[in-house]
Every structure is written in C-alpha cells, then in structure tokens.
C-alpha cells in the first residue's frame, strides 16, 4: 500500500518537476562558421585562397575546459581544416564568436605539408583527427587522435592512432603512444577516452579509450608504456536502439562503445567504477577499473571470459535516447549524458536505480542544443556542453547564416538542482511537490 503511495507520489513529482525543468544552461560562445586566430589577416587570406581553410567545412565535436582555456577539437570531416585541436581564451571576455587557437602551435597540425602525405612518425609530431580529448587532475591534456582525413570523403589515414599527453603549464608533449595495429581493426575508430588517476599519484594514470567502430577498449598505462585491448559483449551497439531523428534528419548508426565516465576512486580497494555505454543503445553498464587494469586478464589467453561477469548491465533508459558522451560527477554522484535525439542533457544518480523513472532531465532546447556532441564538469564544477547540428552537417548542409555551434554551460549544482537526480532534496525544491506530500500525509492520517 505505501509502496503504491510512493510510486505515485514520485511519479507525480516527476510530472511537476518536468514542469520546473527550464532550459538550465546559458549559451557563453556561439558560432555560425568557426574562424582562426591566423598570425595576421594576410596569412589567413592566404589560407582561404589555397583553400587550406575552408570554413564551411569546419565543425567543432569534442570540449575540455582547464583554468582558463576551453579546448575544441574539430576532426578533419572535409578538406580545409587548418587545425583539429585548438582553444578559446575564457579571460578574453566581450566575445561571443572568439577565433580558435591551435594548440599546442600551428606547426603541429600542418599536416600539408608532409610532402608524401604519410606523416613521418618518428619525427614531428602532428595531430591529425582528435574527436575527444581529458584534461586530468595533474594539469595534463590527454589527446586521442584517429589519424583520419576527409573523414566523410575518402576517409585517407594519414597518421596512426595516436595518444599524446601535453604539460598543460608549459604546453610540451611529455608522452606519444601508438596504438599497436594488432589492438585495432579496419573499422577502428576511437571516438572517446577517460582519463584515471589512480590514488593522486600522477604516473600511476590509466586511459580508457572507446572504440565505437570495432566496440571494444583499449586500455593504456602510463607507467608502464604499455595498452592491451578489452572486449566485451556489452561494448557493442543493440540493432534495435540505431534509428535517429535530428532536427528534421533520420538516418541510422550502428556505433558501439562510446561513454565513459569514471567515479571517485572507492575508499577501500582505491579503484573507480567505470559507467559506459555504446552509442546506438538505451542502456547504461559498469565495470571496476579493477578488472579494466589488470593486464594479465586481457592477455593470458587461459583467462578468456574469466571477468565477464564482472561487467553488469544497470538498466535501460526509454526509446529515442541514444547517448554519445557522459561525465561522473564525483562530488554528487551524478552521471550526466547527451540525449542526441531529444536535444537534451540527461542526468541520472548513481544511488538509485537505473530505470526510466529515475532519468532526469537537465536542460533542453530545440534552438539551441541541436546535438549535444560533448560534455564536462570543469574542476569549478561548472557544466560545459557543445552542440553543433552534426547530423545536419554530415546529411544535409548546415546554414551558414544560422548560428550552428554553441558552448554551454552552468554550475553543476544548479544546473540538476530541479531533476529528479537530486533525490533528498526533490520534495524541498518543488513546492508543489511539498504541497501533494503534505496533502498525502493528510490523508493518511485522517
Ligand atoms: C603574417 O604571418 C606570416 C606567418 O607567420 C608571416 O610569414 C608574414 O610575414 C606575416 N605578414 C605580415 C604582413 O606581418
Ligand atoms: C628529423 O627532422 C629534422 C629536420 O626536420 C632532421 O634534421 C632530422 O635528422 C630528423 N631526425 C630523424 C631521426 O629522422
Ligand atoms: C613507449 O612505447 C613505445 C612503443 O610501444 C615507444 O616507441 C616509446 O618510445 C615508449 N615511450 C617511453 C617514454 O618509454
Ligand atoms: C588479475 O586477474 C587474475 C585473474 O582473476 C588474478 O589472479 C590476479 O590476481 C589479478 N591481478 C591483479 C593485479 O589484481
Ligand atoms: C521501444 O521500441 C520498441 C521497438 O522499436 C517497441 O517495441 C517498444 O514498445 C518501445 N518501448 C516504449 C516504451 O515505447
Ligand atoms: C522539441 O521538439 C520535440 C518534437 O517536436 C518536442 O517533443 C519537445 O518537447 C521539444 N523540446 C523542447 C525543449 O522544446
């Protein structure tokens, strides 16, 4: 009887909370075509009449934030894109639509300049194709590169997959990792990465990397410069989860593994759960960081199969919420997700249980959040999202006079204030929720 009560009742907060729930994310840059911090404005009309910068065919896909910079990485989708890592100056106030920096400099992404279009790895080092990239607590940029071009044109692999890890405090590369080819395959492409530091000790850090084309993990250890590939059935994409409708387009994706979001390090045995999900699926997994670490499990052959157990399954969420990248909010165990098909940034609490009910919804918008394509919580936990109408993009054309990528962002405590997310203060933040809860009480006791 109480427990019917009950359902109803969070059932009826859920409805009036729905009601509360607000677009909670202010738009801070906001672009109709993204430009560059060229050195002056001969040099980028330079650029734009050898066509190495084509701005139509520039769109933003990854974000990080660290102390003053916000980090955008634009893959090379087409030709023209003069560099695929770069940052905006938060200090440099007044601006809605900044240039881009290439960071680390604008050598590192002349990637046309290698005369045989292969670049020479033991030498220079260029970043190719990053869709993700983790700044992590020892104030390093983890960089994930796919080494593709013209990725929606003949998809040429012009450099490895790489990771490379910058000094954030003085922009020096301090670590370049290739990904072995035997951990990759044809359809290989690593979208994603999380990023652990294990018990604050900078050199004992691992990095997750998500490959949604292949739907496996590769796993790298910085200390012992070494990675090993980890699979799982959970890793690939549910044939039933790949319709998508964006803003007017439908189309169908058959990615897999494609969410990582990592929790506060367990107090006891020091390892993180690790939340994950393919793209084209409605559900949520985990696994400990302590079965993704031991590199003996995934290398022994005698071990095969001997951890699947240890990945479980936490629930599904409803249709139509396919989700591409997600972030753990330690401090109120929060994971927050994109809903690519709903325009929409979810929220869920690692307490409760993982059911359509318990989804909560952080911010919406039609206009302005067309494909939410990355999310952060900055080490203020301020909330940052990117949005850029990809699909749009990718099938049929964006306009150019519209505004087609935004930066969003908010604190994150008042960003899931009002969601069903924060479970003990729901009643005390909804006053007609307050309201229903003392009528029931009422009613009870009459
Ligand atoms: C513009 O920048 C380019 C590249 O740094 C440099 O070679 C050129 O001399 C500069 N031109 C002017 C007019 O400053
Ligand atoms: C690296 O390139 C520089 C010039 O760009 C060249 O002088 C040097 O010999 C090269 N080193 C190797 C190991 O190829
Ligand atoms: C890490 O390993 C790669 C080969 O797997 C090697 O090329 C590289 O030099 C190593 N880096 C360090 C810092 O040991
Ligand atoms: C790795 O897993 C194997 C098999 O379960 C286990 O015997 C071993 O102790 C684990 N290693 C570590 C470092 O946890
Ligand atoms: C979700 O979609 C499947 C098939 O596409 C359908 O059978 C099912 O009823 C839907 N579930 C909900 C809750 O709408
Ligand atoms: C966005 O559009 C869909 C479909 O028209 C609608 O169901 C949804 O409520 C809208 N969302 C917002 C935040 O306006």
Redesign the pocket.
């Known amino acids: 009887m109480t427990s019917i009560k009950c359902v109803k009742l969070f059932a009826y907060l859920l409805v009036c909370l729905g009601i509360v729930n607000g677009n909670g994310l202010g738009v801070v840059f906001e672009w109709k075509e993204l430009d560059f911090a060229y050195p002056n404005s001969s040099a980028r009309q330079a650029a734009l009449e050898s066509k190495s910068f084509i701005p139509s065919n520039n769109v933003p896909v990854g974000l990080e934030v660290w102390k003053n910079k916000l980090f955008i990485t634009v893959p090379r989708w087409k030709p023209g894109v003069p560099a695929s890592l770069s940052y905006v100056d938060l200090n440099q106030a007044g601006r809605t639509s900044p240039q881009l920096k290439p960071y680390p400099d604008w050598s590192t992404h002349d990637v046309n300049s290698v005369a045989s279009r292969v670049i020479d790895r033991r030498n220079i080092t260029h970043i190719v194709s990053p869709f993700r990239i983790r700044a992590d607590s020892c104030d390093r940029l983890w960089v994930l590169d796919t080494g593709k071009s013209d990725i929606l044109g003949s998809e040429e692999k012009i450099g490895p997959n790489q990771l490379l890890v910058y000094n954030l405090e003085n922009d020096e590369l301090v670590r370049r990792y290739e990904i072995p080819k035997k951990f990759t395959k044809d359809e290989s492409f690593f979208a994603n990465i999380a990023v652990d530091v294990r018990n604050k000790d900078c050199e004992d850090t691992f990095a997750y990397m998500a490959d949604l084309g292949a739907s496996s993990m590769v796993v790298y250890s910085l200390k012992k410069n070494e990675s090993w590939r980890v699979t799982h059935k959970y890793f690939y994409n549910d044939p039933k989860a790949g319709k998508y409708h964006v803003a007017g387009v439908s189309f169908e994706w058959t990615d897999g593994l494609f969410g990582l979001a990592l929790s506060a390090e367990d107090s006891e045995d020091r390892y993180r759960t690790m939340y994950f999900h393919p793209f084209s699926s409605f559900s949520e997994f985990a696994v400990s960081t302590?079965i993704l670490?031991?590199q003996?499990?995934w290398t022994d052959p005698a071990?095969a199969g001997?951890?699947d157990k240890n990945f479980m399954l936490l629930g599904e969420r409803e249709n139509n919420t396919q989700s591409c990248a997600s972030f753990f909010d330690e401090k109120t165990g929060i994971l927050l997700y994109t809903q690519v098909t709903r325009n929409a940034i979810g929220c869920w609490n690692s307490g409760q249980k993982y059911t359509p009910m318990t989804q909560g919804q952080v911010a919406a918008n039609n206009v302005t959040m067309v494909f939410p394509n990355d999310i952060k919580v900055d080490s203020q936990r301020n909330v940052w999202v990117l949005t850029d109408r990809m699909p749009l993009f990718m099938f049929k054309g964006l306009d150019r006079s519209d505004v087609n990528f935004r930066v969003l962002s908010a604190p994150i405590d008042r960003a899931v204030a009002d969601t069903v997310c924060m479970r003990s203060s729901a009643v005390v933040l909804s006053p007609l929720g307050f309201i229903f809860v003392i009528s029931v009480i009422h009613r009870q006791f009459a």
Do not use: D, H, P, V
Request: charged share 10%.
């Open positions: 302590r670490q031991n003996t499990l071990l001997a951890s």
